[in-house]
Nanobody
């Protein structure tokens, strides 16, 4: 299983970026997909998750209303549209995949259990003030 994140970069506060994560080696539509981020010197934090059918999404309070997670199962790709970016959003962003039901993954992340099965290498997002 390989997950390849892309789309990071440098953006001014208030700007937008769209991250992509391409998956291979999995039956993509069967997997719950999620985004996490880790700022320098801080622990990894949950950002958003989406069910295999896109019927359910769940967001961290810190990004709710600004970020949107989506997926295209035909392209084996999950996206994270980030709007109204703030300097506090600066971090390395990681995508992750898990075959568990989305409600199971949601319960895990709510309990700060980030033991999803597969992780990609991150993509750096830097928001300047």
């Amino acid at each position: 299983v390989q997950l390849q994140a892309s789309g990071g970069g440098l953006v001014q506060a208030g700007g937008s970026l769209r991250l992509s994560c391409a998956a291979s080696g999995v039956t993509f539509s069967s997997y719950t997909m999620a985004w996490f981020r880790q700022a320098p010197g801080k622990k990894r934090d949950f950002v958003a998750l989406i069910s295999g059918s896109s019927s359910m999404t769940y967001y961290a309070d810190s990004v709710k209303g600004r970020f949107t997670i989506s997926r295209d199962n035909a392209k084996n790709t999950v996206y994270l549209q980030m709007n109204s970016l703030k300097p506090g959003d600066t971090a390395v962003y990681y995508c992750a995949a898990d075959p568990s039901n989305e409600e199971v993954v949601k319960l895990l992340v709510k309990n700060n259990d980030y033991g999803l099965d597969y992780w990609g290498k991150g993509t750096q997002v830097t928001v300047s003030s």
